[in-house]
């Protein structure tokens, strides 16, 4: 066999990257050794890289020559069908946010901004979407309201970048309620509700008790206001029925250094102040999960790309390898298996057949 001139099936090398990348791998030197290391389990028993393993250069060309689009288009797609079989949530929490993938520089020196669906209630990504060059996530996230069909009856929530009346109004479009956090870049709106909140009376209350982690001692006090008729900077935006304050207050355990924050939100709920308080903590499940996951466990922020496709094609594969994942431990697989760590020690036998299932799913889709 002549080295550079061997043709490798696509699936073949996305498997070897997911596969890789499941057990710990960060850069494509480690993806190729792990291939070569597990070439014979890979050939004999998921029948792929008849040819061998394929090189540094070889990733390099396939990460940079897959439409970025239509893999992630992919990639959400297999999620929603497996929450869409497994449809057990009464009401389901819809996330959105967004994420730098900082291991990646464009032109003006900015990371690329990766938005996500995400749903909470089933710890998935249900799409994404990149932000456009010198744009923001104002522009990323009504495309992905725009294509949900995913979203009637659901909660969404997200943060300040997303308090626009128009995304709002797309939400209430789709069928869905929404929790939005609201701050200094809607000024009129929030300069509005802080001046009347003093004068109002809470509709409901609800004060959590003292809380230690992480060294301090945390409570938040939540305060429901629906007389808000008042507020005529609020009436663009659509169904908003509640103001919500959120007052916490932290005491570092050792110094004793005190802080309070009040932060404020709108929302079309009508519920009571305790499970208002638990939707909005429950939204930084996107970060607790699948940002901490990316980076922490897959080293996104380490990685680096030159192009923006590539780095979104790297988001994209990283992001199915949780989904495989996350659904793996759905399924109740050993607990080494799910909370593996060390680099090529996992015998991933019982996984790899959720990732090659899940690939020829996602492939046949398209007819990638």
């Known amino acids: ?82 929450v869409s079989e497994h449809d057990g949530a009464n009401r389901r929490h819809i996330a959105i946010d967004g994420k730098f993938m900082l291991g990646t520089k464009i032109g003006d020196g900015r990371s690329p901004d990766v938005v996500t669906a995400f749903s909470v209630t089933d710890r998935l990504p249900l799409d994404t979407e990149m932000c456009e060059v010198k744009s923001n996530e104002i522009k990323a996230v009504p495309k992905i309201i725009e294509r949900a069909d995913y979203m009637n009856g659901c909660v969404i929530t ?19 309620d929404y929790l939005i956090a609201l701050k200094a870049n809607q000024k009129a709106a929030r300069w509005s509700v802080e001046d009347a909140v003093p004068t109002l009376h809470p509709n409901d209350e609800w004060k959590t008790e003292w809380e230690l982690a ?27 029925k509640a103001v919500i304050a959120i007052d916490t207050h932290t005491i570092e355990k050792k110094s004793g250094t005190e802080q309070k924050q009040t932060r404020y939100y709108i929302t079309s709920l009508e519920e009571r102040a305790q499970t208002l308080d638990r939707i909005s903590r429950m939204h930084w499940g996107i970060e607790n999960n699948l940002h901490w996951t990316l980076d922490a466990r897959m080293r996104q922020d380490r990685t680096k790309r030159k192009e923006t496709k590539s780095a979104r094609n790297l988001d994209s594969i990283q992001k199915l390898v949780y989904i495989i994942y996350t659904i793996a431990s759905k ?30 799913y996602a492939i046949s889709l398209l007819s990638l």
């Open 214 to 240: 992480h060294g301090r001692l945390y409570q938040r006090r939540c305060r429901v206001y629906s007389d808000i008729s008042g507020i005529k900077a609020l009436e663009k935006f659509l169904n908003v």
């Open 158 to 176: 997200a943060d300040a970048m997303s308090c626009q009346s128009s995304i709002i109004k797309g939400i209430v479009g789709k069928g869905a």
């Open 1 to 82: 066999m002549n080295k550079g001139n061997c043709k490798h099936k696509l699936s073949d090398m996305l498997l070897l990257v997911i596969l890789a990348r499941a057990c710990g791998c960060e850069t494509r030197k480690d993806i190729v050794a792990f291939g070569t290391i597990h070439l014979s389990y890979l050939q004999d028993h998921l029948g792929i890289l008849a040819k061998g393993c394929p090189s540094e250069p070889t990733l390099c060309r396939m990460e940079g020559g897959i439409d970025d689009i239509t893999l992630a288009s992919l990639v959400s797609t297999l999620s929603r069908k497996y």
């Open 331 to 360: 399924k109740h697989l050993p607990e080494t298996i799910r909370k593996r760590k060390e680099l090529f020690k996992v015998k991933f036998s019982a996984i790899a057949s959720y990732a090659k299932n899940s690939l020829a």
